[in-house]
């Protein structure tokens, strides 16, 4: 089948991650998929394979190509009459990512595909909640009464944590790619060394070194909160800083404390399959957003998610959901320290004097993290899922 994929990049890398990750597993399983976006600036280093050429694209259009199946095109070209781009046409399924609407001369295609006899799927694909909501409204249809679309109608996908809703997205090699990649100490190092990582100065007993820690995180994360208690936690431990925010906060903290003995590490910004990488070698990873958090989870490490704050407040209601879903059935005082530490990340509570154990690899934090991996893991994939849904009429 092919597949249109639209894209609006609002203020962050979370929307064209996923619909990046979403559009190279269709096109890993054998389908076709051109992926529109208005703002593809994030993969020049999201997936720098990618090569731009603004001769004519299999439909007449400049694009990018280097990953199986996949093309990458400008959203303003979806935007022309169809007088002026006679070659391009509708796919058999259009996926609107998070509500963002396919300009309307795109839907004037949808139509005469519809005209003909042959009606492209249209889904809707949401942002990932564990709120009881998405069981109800996953797989709904939404007539379009008015306007271009008028007479089409459009089905809601909803990602999610129970066998009720779309699953979550998953390569279907992801677990086994991880433990072959980095399943030793010495791969583990191998690949922070590749990326940049300065481990020349590790003492030799690895217990010493107090661990690694990857730091994603938004404007408001109290960085310097967290890092004034691994200062006295674990002196040694190694922070590895994204680019943007968490790098900004942590060099302001470091330069209030010269003689701070943490390492602070700051990363150049890397395409997904090494974040992901970077995500299996962390002992604790703290991620911001909803493509990080799922990968988060993958990784099956202990960590701590940085909800993207809402004017109205009802992130606070959608982390409560998440963490009731994640942490479930924990033992209840791991689960109440992690829980603490959650909120108070999300600035919802005061912060505690110090993290849960989770350095070792035998720590409650790490057992119960890999146990609630394993069942979500048990669930079909986001893609399988898509894939057959999109292969009925609904």
Partial sequence: MLWDVFCRVIDNFGDVGVCWRLACDLGQRGQQVRLWIDDPS??????????????????????????????????????TPASTTPGLKAGDVVVEAFGCDPPDAFIERMQARAAQGQPAQWVNLEYLSAEDYVERSHGLRSPVWSGVGAGLSKRFFYPGFTPATGGLLREPDLIQRRQAETGTQASRDAFLRRIGVDLACEPADRQAHGGTILLFCYDSAPVADLLDRLATAAPRARVLLTPGHATGLASDWARAHPDATLRLHKLPPLPQEDFDRLLW???LNLVRGEDSAVRALWAGRPHIWHIYE????????????????????????????VHAWWM???????????LPDWRQADTSWRRNSENARDRLARQQDLTSQLLTFVSSSG
């Avoid at 809402?310 to 320290?337: I, T, Y």
């Avoid at 108070?344 to 110090?354: E, F, H, Q, S």
Wanted: charged letters at 25%; aromatic letters at 10%.
């Fill in 310 to 337: 809402q004017d109205d407040g009802v992130h606070a209601g959608k982390l409560e959901a998440f963490m009731a879903r994640w942490m479930g059935d924990w033992p209840d005082e791991l689960k109440a320290s």
């Fill in 344 to 354: 108070a990340w999300n600035r919802l509570g005061p912060m505690p004097d110090k």
């Fill in 42 to 79: 994030a993969l020049s280093w999201m997936a720098p394979h990618l090569q731009w050429t603004e001769s004519d694209s299999i439909w007449g259009l400049p694009g990018a190509q280097g990953q199986p199946g996949v093309t990458v095109l400008r959203w303003r070209d979806a935007e």
């Fill in 281 to 283: 070698c962390s002992d």
